[in-house]
């Protein structure tokens, strides 16, 4: 049995939009993954069937083994949350402290309980000192930062992120996959997000989906897909600059270990010129 599963999932939306079909897609425990892929391939739409928020138009989507039903949606997204692509879409709050708080109080939980989630959602996310601004008036990022606060406060099982980093400045960023990678571990969570930032895929995820037109056009391991520079450019999509570097390197002859994080290709270089010599 799956975390979370969808079997041969299409959706076609009104006015005869097919925007997923036959999709199969598979999250367990722990995991990290990373869906990718060009303007309007269907990422979002289906990030929206993980929770319920859309339904399929035929095929399914399972939570721990169990299709997604009008009765136990609620259960469903006590266990997927999906932050949306669009902070404004989520956060209505008068204050981000109260914007924090309407996940955790609307599943029931006491008052303690509540308080102790805001702060550590806060906290995780950098945000304390905004608790008490206007979250219509906030910066971007600083909307995106309290959108994500807001789901975590809930304790997600499943933490589905849509595009986390747009809009993020580069300390933002690396806050966020520091963030994103703490997850599994310390608080046994799947993390499903997409990106256009490629470089930041290997970083932050061990298994990649690559979209193209609604449907899965390829998945694998971080290795596996970033091995295929033609099933990205197809999709108009490229191969980050460091295992492309390192791979132009290696088919010009220069003994190095292949890397696709920033840490590993130091290494790489490190080993190749300075151990050796
Ligand atoms: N509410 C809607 N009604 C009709 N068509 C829609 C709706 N939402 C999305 N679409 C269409 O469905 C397709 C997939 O859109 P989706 O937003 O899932 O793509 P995406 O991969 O998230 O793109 P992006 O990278 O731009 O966020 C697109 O062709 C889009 O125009
Ligand atoms: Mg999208």
Redo the contacts with the bound molecule.
């Keep these: 049995m799956h975390l979370l599963e969808t079997r041969d999932l299409t959706h076609i939306?009104?006015?005869d939009?097919r925007?997923l079909e036959g999709v199969n897609f598979v999250a367990e425990r722990k995991s990290r993954i990373a869906v990718i892929?060009?303007?309007?391939?269907?990422?979002?739409?289906?990030f929206k069937h993980f929770n319920g928020i859309l339904k399929p138009t035929s095929g399914e989507v399972l939570v721990r083994g169990e299709p997604i039903t009008r009765e136990n949606v609620r259960e469903v997204r006590k266990l997927v949350g999906l932050v949306f692509?669009n902070p404004d879409d989520q956060i209505f709050s008068p204050t981000v402290e109260q914007d924090v708080a309407f996940g955790p109080t609307n599943l029931g939980l006491d008052d303690e309980t509540v308080t102790h989630r805001i702060e550590e959602a806060l906290h995780l996310l950098g945000i304390e000192d905004l608790r008490e601004r206007v979250p219509h008036h906030l910066s971007g990022g600083e909307k995106k930062r309290v959108a994500i606060a807001g789901i975590l406060a809930m304790e997600p099982q499943v933490l589905v992120l849509?595009?986390p980093t747009a809009g993020l400045d580069p300390q933002g960023v690396a806050d966020l996959v520091a963030f994103v990678n703490r997850l599994p571990e310390e608080y046994g969570m799947t993390v499903v997000f997409?990106t256009?930032h490629l470089g930041l895929v290997a970083e932050m995820a061990d298994y990649i989906y690559v979209?193209d037109r609604?449907t899965i056009v390829g998945s694998g391991t971080v290795e596996e897909v970033f091995t295929r520079p033609e099933l990205l450019t197809r999709t108009r999509l490229d191969v980050p600059p460091i295992p492309k570097l390192i791979r132009s390197l290696r088919e010009n002859g220069v003994a190095i270990e292949m890397a696709y994080t920033y840490e590993d290709a130091k290494k790489s270089f490190l080993d190749a010129y300075v151990r050796r010599a």
Aim: no cysteine; net charge neutral; hydrophobic share 25%.
């Design positions: 939306y009104r006015g939009v925007a892929g060009p303007n309007g391939a269907g990422k979002s739409t289906l692509q849509d595009e997409s256009h979209m609604g």
